[in-house]
């Protein structure tokens, strides 16, 4: 938090929404979600750490053709509709490797 707002006891994260689950892609059967807006503008909230239930895998969307601008740095911020990956339990795979 900067400084002018004080100190603030509960770490918080920077969460950008994203759509309700579509039908699973035909081909892949991953469940796809987009990017989540208010007029125009992405739909985003800062949160409690606390608040947060789990991570997701989200692979980028690609359809016809590739973005061009779509870089593995990037890709979140690039394209709009993602496949929802349940393939993959990230806190399983901390969790394994912390240890």
């Given amino acids: 938090v900067p400084r002018q ?3 603030y006891p ?3 994260a920077y969460v950008e929404w994203f759509t309700p689950f579509k039908p699973p892609d035909p081909s892949s059967r991953m469940r796809q979600v987009s990017r989540s807006t208010r007029q125009l ?3 985003a909230a800062v949160v409690h750490v606390d608040e947060i ?3 997701c895998h989200l692979i ?3 359809g016809q053709s590739v973005d061009l601008r779509l870089r593995s740095g990037n890709a ?3 394209a709009n509709d993602f496949y929802f990956n349940e393939f993959i339990d990230g806190e ?3 969790a394994c490797v912390i240890k």
């Fill in 5 to 7: 707002f004080g100190a």
């Fill in 10 to 12: 509960r770490a918080l």
């Fill in 41 to 43: 503008w992405r739909n």
């Fill in 53 to 55: 239930v789990r991570p």
């Fill in 60 to 62: 980028p969307r690609m």
């Fill in 76 to 78: 979140y911020e690039v």
């Fill in 92 to 94: 399983m795979f901390c």
